[in-house]
């Protein structure tokens, strides 16, 4: 499980907690396929921005039966392996980093909550999931 998926992101950090998978899409030619790709872009250049500081990542990727388990959106970008969850140790982290990514990086959709700061590219799924399609959905 070694390894980097980003100059600042382990796999391990990105991987699904329980069963330590990446998306079955994820590599190619050994690096990130170009949807991944962008989202750590995103997440890099916010680390530059914010004078190179650690940033935690608390989830990346999450198998479906994970994204049960943590009570995860039945379309959970995670499951797509296009969203971090990323942790900070105030409130004022939490707001400041929140500011940044407001002002600067206008691809990246972002959710605040009190443990920290969502951040995906869920825009780039297609196609678009939704409930009525679910049934029919085939999950690696």
Request: charged fraction near 25%; include cysteine; hydrophobic fraction near 35%.
């Amino acid at each position: 499980m070694a390894g980097l998926v980003s100059p600042h992101i382990t796999r391990e950090e990105y991987g699904c907690p329980c069963c330590h998978a990446v998306p079955p899409d994820f590599w190619k030619n050994d690096r990130p396929t170009p949807p991944y790709l962008y989202l750590f872009e995103k997440f890099e250049f916010m680390r530059h921005v914010r004078g190179d500081k650690p940033i935690r990542v608390n989830c990346g990727y999450r198998c479906r039966y994970h994204n049960a388990e943590v009570g995860g959106e039945l379309f959970s970008v995670h499951l797509f392996g296009l969203a971090l969850d990323l942790g900070f140790d105030t409130p004022e982290e939490i707001k400041s980093f929140a500011e940044d990514v407001d002002a600067l990086q206008k691809g990246l959709r972002m959710g605040v909550y009190p443990w920290g700061v969502h951040i995906d590219v869920g825009f780039l799924i297609y196609p678009k999931p939704f409930e009525e399609f679910s049934p029919g959905v085939r999950w690696p």
